[in-house]
């Protein structure tokens, strides 16, 4: 199901600095607060990968080890939005970053298949 929102795409250089967010603007933010959410990313042939996932309160985050010390995730449930800071970016963070969302009260996990709603995806561009 399509009820996700990303943005903040782009293209940045080799040790460069993006940001993206998510966001669910046609839910509650009690409704948003339920549900695990996570980041996943897939680059031109190569299959979805997860990258990053962060549970309803906030308190629980896990990451890919390749993006560890790297890429940061947060979220403001009053702002129904989920949050990706991505530093030192390399040529290989090259993908279109989705956002996916669990059904609510559901764990988090780093399957895709697990994951209930999502977004159409955003460029990231990694290049010199």
């Known amino acids: 199901q399509v009820e996700l929102v990303e943005s903040g795409g782009g293209s940045v250089h080799p040790g460069g600095s993006l940001n993206v967010s998510c966001g669910a603007p046609?839910?509650?933010?009690?409704?948003?607060?339920?549900?695990?959410l996570g980041w996943f990313r897939q680059a031109p042939g190569k299959e979805r990968e997860w990258i990053s996932f962060?549970?309803?309160?906030?308190?629980?985050?896990d990451y890919v080890e390749s993006v560890k010390g790297r890429f940061t995730v947060s979220r403001d449930n009053a702002k129904n939005t989920m949050y990706l800071e991505m530093n030192s970016l390399k040529s290989e963070d090259t993908a279109t970053y989705y956002c996916?969302?669990?059904?609510?009260?559901?764990?988090?996990?780093?399957?895709?298949?697990?994951?209930?709603?999502w977004g159409r995806g955003t460029q990231v561009t990694v290049s010199s």
């Open positions: 046609t839910w509650s933010y009690i409704r948003y607060s339920r549900n695990c």
């Open positions: 996916a969302a669990t059904g609510q009260y559901r764990p988090c996990t780093t399957r895709s298949s697990d994951y209930t709603y």
């Open positions: 962060i549970n309803g309160g906030g308190g629980v985050t």
